[in-house]
């Protein structure tokens, strides 16, 4: 039985799991919905039914708006940056587990997505934007710089001088230029976004565990290495994979013919 969450809403359905940030109006990251993100997605990853995690916004208006500015204000009078850095360290731990998930994760963007909420999607594997979303790194906007991985990721997806000019400026962008920057996988018109997440999330699914699980290793983790001794990561990991029932059975189908049928062994 899946335990329940006050500000995190969680479903499964055909081994993919929903994740919806809940915390209305605008789902501003509170400690107490990191803390509801976390466990649901520890929960979700530990769960041997479900191969896919998608996560999304609740509401029309918004994926997420950022880090919640009036828990973040009232910190001043709590230990000032001390206990900001204790907040901070929480969010990048929660995004570092996500990205480095052993489970694919993709993000289903339906509305703004704004300092976290846009360091929360990068953290995730696809995202997947509404054609009315809006992105952007607006913490220069508030007098901070982003704290839950952004100056790392973005430059990393869009490119350094990319990344350094939205970050300075604040500026928000619509989907489209998010698309053109690399930063969407796909944009689909509004109603179409959770469709769209659950049909790729449900063909991800439909392929190996083994296979999943190896792709997102070799290239989270080859991308922190020089691209020789990544190369030789890859070489180890597809030794690995080789070896498994699903490799044999992925061969055999395709030499007669058929559609393949994994165990995920």
Not at 8 to 37: C, G, W, Y
Not at 140 to 163: D, M
């Amino acid at each position: 039985m899946m335990a329940e969450y006050t500000n995190v809403k969680v479903s499964i359905e055909d081994r993919v799991a929903v994740l919806t940030l809940d915390h209305p109006p605008v789902n501003a990251f509170s400690t107490a919905m990191l803390q509801d993100l976390e466990a649901a997605f520890d929960e979700m990853v530990a769960d041997d039914q479900v191969k896919v995690i998608v996560i999304t916004g609740g509401g029309q208006m918004a994926f997420a708006a950022g880090a919640d500015i009036k828990e973040m204000a009232s910190l001043g009078g709590q230990g000032g940056a001390e206990t900001g850095l204790v907040f901070m360290k929480k969010g990048q731990d929660i995004f570092n587990k996500i990205e480095c998930s052993p489970k694919p994760v993709i993000a289903a963007i339906n509305g703004v997505a704004l300092g976290g909420g846009m360091e929360l999607a990068m953290a995730c594997h696809i995202r997947i934007l509404a054609d009315r979303a809006r992105i952007g790194q607006s913490e220069s906007n508030l007098g901070i710089i982003p704290g839950w991985g952004g100056t790392q990721r973005l430059p990393r997806i869009v490119g350094t001088g990319k990344a350094i000019e939205l970050i300075l400026t604040g500026d928000m962008i619509n989907a489209q230029e998010a698309f053109r920057l690399g930063l969407a996988n796909k944009v689909v018109p509004a109603g179409q976004v959770m469709h769209e997440a659950l049909g790729l999330a449900k063909k991800i699914a439909a392929k190996s565990k083994i296979t999943n699980q190896a792709t997102l290793d070799t290239v989270i983790n080859g991308m922190r290495m020089p691209l020789e001794e990544g190369v030789l990561y890859e070489r180890k990991r597809i030794g690995e994979v080789m070896n498994s029932n699903d490799t044999r059975e992925g061969l055999t189908a395709f030499v007669e013919k058929r559609q393949a049928k994994f165990t995920d062994s």
